[in-house]
């Protein structure tokens, strides 16, 4: 039987990227559902760096990611991964706001003309958050795949966990072409399907919750389109960017649960957000060029989730990466890597706080719960 000392469920860009930092270290294996990784959240994102979302935590993993995105060492790819775009944040109630440290600034209604012409009367405060990029995701989770296998990373897509068992201090992991291999950890990095795998490994779910965003192309009739920044609602109604010169990429900022599955877009989203993009802005909507939904997934506190798990040993959590999998991933791997070997963290994440993401938070708080009541 094949023998690993870690086993990576997923070959989205959180097992990539994990992947990328240990595999020089460990003998290191991802095994992939789908007949090629990144099918599933990691090829369906709207592939955008926005410091500000997500939250201040989240936050601190996005900022400590941008100059590995931005200038990434020549041997992990001879160019970087971000695209200056800048996002405006509208709102039609109170001043939209940022957490502490992220760079935005208060636009007047010329200033906002000037960005989104023919935004509507109703949209009265905006902010600029210049620092917004867009991300090449293909190019990004292609390059941490590409360091994982030159580091002697292998990858088995077409490969599906179905169980593992504890046995001898390691794992005896079974596929669904019915073969099984051995590894001393096995780390979960299955997106939607964090959850059930932790379960078909003997280990407590945490709730990790598949939610369904929908995406739209749309065609309109109004030209010069291709560098408008990303426009929301800060209350969470839609975004929008520019894609061509006269086409958009949108969404309707819809959050819906669902089982894990292979998302697809329902015509009542695409609807709703054509509807709330007719009412952002007076641009004429021509067509709909194509539409498509993934699944961005969870954890009950919104935070991702990276570290052993409390109760059964050899089991790495590395799952709710929510909205901000693409844009945190450089950071994230670098943190969740130095907890995965027990080494001292990358200087890149040498600030932030590990136990904020540590799965051990989730059997803490009732005990805390406890003691204030
Ligand atoms: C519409 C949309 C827009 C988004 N926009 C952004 C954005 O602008 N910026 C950003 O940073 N993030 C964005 N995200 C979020 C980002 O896409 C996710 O956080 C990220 O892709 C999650 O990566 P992952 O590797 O955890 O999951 P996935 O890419 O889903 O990978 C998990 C993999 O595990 C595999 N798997 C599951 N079960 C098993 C098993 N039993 N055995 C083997 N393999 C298994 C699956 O086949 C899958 O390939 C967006 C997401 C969506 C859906």
Known sequence: MTEFDIVIVGGGIAGASLG???????????IESETQCGYHATGRSAAFWLESYGGPDVALLTAASRDFLERPAPDFADRGFLHARG???VSDGD??????????????????????????????????????????????HAAFLRQFRRAGGT??????????????????????DGSSLRAAVVVD?????????????????????????????LRVGRSGLKELPLVDDSAGSFYFKGEGDCS????????????????AP???????????FEGAVDWPVERVERSWAGLRSFAPDRLPVYG??????????????????IQTSPAAAKLAAAALLGEAPDPIVSQIDPTVFAPHRFTLSPQLDDHTS
């Open 20 to 30: 990328a930092e240990v595999a020089g270290q460990r003998r290191t294996l991802i």
């Open 87 to 89: 996002a405006v944040h």
């Open 95 to 140: 001043w939209p706001e940022v957490p502490p440290g992220v760079g935005a600034r208060r636009l007047d209604r010329a200033e906002l003309e000037q960005l989104v012409p023919g935004i509507r009367p109703r949209w009265t405060r905006a902010l600029i958050e210049p620092g917004c990029a867009d991300i090449d995701v293909a190019g990004l």
């Open 155 to 176: 990858v088995a897509t077409d490969s599906r966990l179905t169980e593992a068992r504890r046995e001898s201090g390691g794992w005896r992991i079974a596929l669904a």
């Open 189 to 217: 990095a299955a997106g939607a399907w964090a959850d059930p795998v932790a379960d078909a490994c003997g280990v407590r779910p945490l709730g990790i919750a598949p939610k369904r965003r929908t995406m739209v192309q």
């Open 248 to 263: 958009v990429w949108l969404s309707p900022h819809d959050e819906i649960a669902t089982d894990p599955c292979d998302a």
């Open 266 to 276: 329902e015509e009542i989203d695409i609807a709703t957000a054509i509807d709330r």
């Open 308 to 325: 052993f798990d409390p109760d059964v040993p050899g089991f790495f959590w590395c799952a709710g990466q929510g909205g901000f999998g």
